[in-house]
């Protein structure tokens, strides 16, 4: 099963899991699932070839979804599902293949689309990374800034860097090969009738007005909200905005 960071007790809410985007993990989310804690249980999740969870020869978003609906189905469905980025693919395919296990859904800039922008220069800076000559994180920091240009996320992807075993927890070789099929979105027959909140960062081109009609066929009942000056990466560029934004949500459906 997934790797999972429990925040708070169960209560008479439905518990939040929250799905990390690629290069993350449940660790990212801390401080917001921390703080979201205070109202109902929030498990933040490790996908697959990520964090601390296992990994796999593949990398789907149907395996994804399928290792989601385990956790539900551990911890009592149906949950509120929080998604970002290729998280948010993998909680709406899984809300389109097992409606009964999901409440509401909220989707951090992402479409059910497929786009054209490959992450794949990240996946050659890390590897680029001279592991060898790193003792702390903030010596790969230092490598990646001279590689990577966004001034955030180096910091990030060393979250998922195992200092001291002196490797990356992250699959990077299925990740490379399957970035296609990350970049994508699977053809699915089906409809999710729950309450849906399309977030998305007002500075990003993720979530496009012209996609409308085909993400409305897929979520019936969804809703779109942007978060003024946040980007793709809007849970770290603006995490207190974001949180009180899932909150209302959640509070108010």
């Known amino acids: 099963m997934l790797n999972q960071i429990v925040h708070g007790e169960p209560t008479d809410q439905p518990a939040l899991l929250i799905v990390?985007?690629?290069?993350?993990?449940?660790?990212?989310?801390?401080?917001?699932?921390?703080?979201?804690?205070?109202?109902?249980?929030?498990?933040?999740?490790?996908?697959?070839?990520?964090?601390?969870?296992?990994?796999h020869d593949s990398h789907s978003y149907e395996d994804m979804a399928e290792d989601l609906?385990?956790?539900?189905r551990a911890h009592g469905a149906p949950m509120d599902v929080l998604g970002h980025s290729m998280g948010g693919k993998a909680a709406m395919v899984l809300a389109l293949k097992h409606p009964d296990l999901v409440n509401r859904l909220v989707i951090a800039d992402i479409a059910p689309v497929s786009y054209t922008h490959s992450q794949i220069q990240y996946i050659e800076a890390m590897r680029a990374v001279d592991l060898a000559q790193v003792e702390k994180r903030s010596d790969a920091e230092a490598q990646l800034r001279k590689i990577v240009d966004d001034p955030v996320l180096p910091t990030f992807f060393t979250q998922s860097l195992d200092v001291t075993g002196k490797r990356w927890r992250l699959n990077l070789d299925v990740l490379a090969r399957d970035m296609d099929q990350i970049l994508s979105f699977p053809k699915i027959d089906g409809q999710f009738g729950g309450k849906t909140l399309f977030l998305a960062g007002a500075l990003s081109d993720y979530v496009r007005r012209e996609d409308r009609d085909l993400t409305k066929s897929y979520f019936p009942n969804s809703h779109f909200a942007k978060l003024p000056g946040a980007g793709h990466w809007l849970h770290a560029e603006k995490p207190r905005e974001f949180e009180a934004a899932v909150r209302s949500y959640l509070a108010n459906t």
């Open 69 to 72: 609906a385990e956790v539900i």
């Open 20 to 55: 990390h985007g690629l290069y993350g993990s449940g660790r990212n989310w801390g401080v917001i699932a921390k703080r979201l804690s205070d109202e109902r249980q929030v498990i933040a999740v490790d996908q697959r070839n990520h964090g601390h969870s296992p990994w």
